[in-house]
């Protein structure tokens, strides 16, 4: 833990909040976060947990060695204008923002001319709020080895990390594990109704789907064997689970899916399109 680290979040909301509750007594006290939220109403779990707390950005913002900011795209350029009066020579800044480019984040924080060096694009998901996420980092070339190992330090506390090379990689990082807590609380959401279609009644059904979910995750985490062979495990020639895939395969499963991630993918390059000019 570092005593001489202090963290700016620039937006308060769920996002950083579970960051905030990772990396407390982890990576800094939690007396060493200041947070910029334009609600109030998100300023008490975090003053509740010793940070301090401001509306608008102010000289506290100066005393920060690493800044997040974690707003909706459409807010970030705005978020940036405000606080860059504060931005200091060696701050590391990291983006948890959707669909705001590596490249066009660096100019808007230090110009056109000499867009700003240390900088961290992230993509976590909503699995970080129980510490379960998974999170896309691309650091820009002024990004150091020390300061790369801190922002991942940072973003594990909240669960796994995995390094990429560029812009493109992280709209891909956007259409699997940005967005896929969603299909897969849709397909649980399948479950329980099939199940209760099928003779369950709602209770039953939720408790068979979320414990099967959780349990075939974890045998395919653990496991040495693809998930191709663990599902030829299960399925017999001619049996139920058999009768159940085919349908799957003959809907196209395989290719809605790679179909619904392609579409993520491209409105992450939308939104960059979007809320990213420089």
């Avoid at 060096?117 to 650091?139: D, F, H, I, Q, S």
Wanted: aromatic fraction near 6%; proline fraction near 4%; include cysteine.
């Amino acid at each position: 833990m570092d005593t001489n680290l202090h963290i700016a979040f620039i937006g308060g909301g769920n996002m950083a909040s579970a960051l905030g509750a990772g990396m407390a007594g982890n990576i800094c006290p939690a007396n060493q976060f200041h947070v910029v939220d334009i609600n109030t109403a998100a300023h008490q779990a975090w003053i509740a947990r010793g940070a301090t707390a401001a509306t608008a950005p102010d000289e506290r913002l100066a005393r920060c060695n690493v800044w997040f900011y974690a707003v909706k795209p459409q807010f970030m350029r705005d978020a940036v204008e405000a606080s860059r009066p504060w931005l200091r020579e060696g701050t590391l800044v990291v983006s948890v923002a959707a669909g705001i480019r590596g490249d066009v984040l660096a100019a808007w924080l230090g110009g056109s001319a000499t867009p700003w060096p240390k900088l961290v694009r992230c993509m976590p998901n909503t699995p970080a709020l129980v510490g379960e996420g998974v999170t896309g980092m691309l650091a820009m070339g002024g990004v150091a080895a020390p300061e790369r190992a801190l922002a991942e330090a940072m973003l594990a506390s909240v669960g796994k990390v995995v390094w990429v090379n560029d812009d493109a990689a992280i709209d891909a990082v956007t259409a699997l594990s940005g967005s896929g807590p969603a299909y897969v609380f849709r397909f649980i959401e399948a479950l329980i109704e099939g199940g209760q279609q099928v003779g369950l009644d709602a209770t039953q059904a939720r408790e068979l789907a979320l414990a099967t979910l959780s349990g075939a995750t974890r045998l395919a985490r653990e496991s040495q064997d693809p998930p191709a062979l663990l599902r030829e495990r299960v399925t017999s020639k001619g049996g139920t689970t058999a009768a159940a895939l085919k349908v799957f395969e003959d809907a196209d499963f395989m290719g809605l899916v790679a179909k619904a991630m392609q579409a993520a993918a491209q409105r992450s390059r939308e939104l960059a399109d979007e809320f990213g000019k420089n």
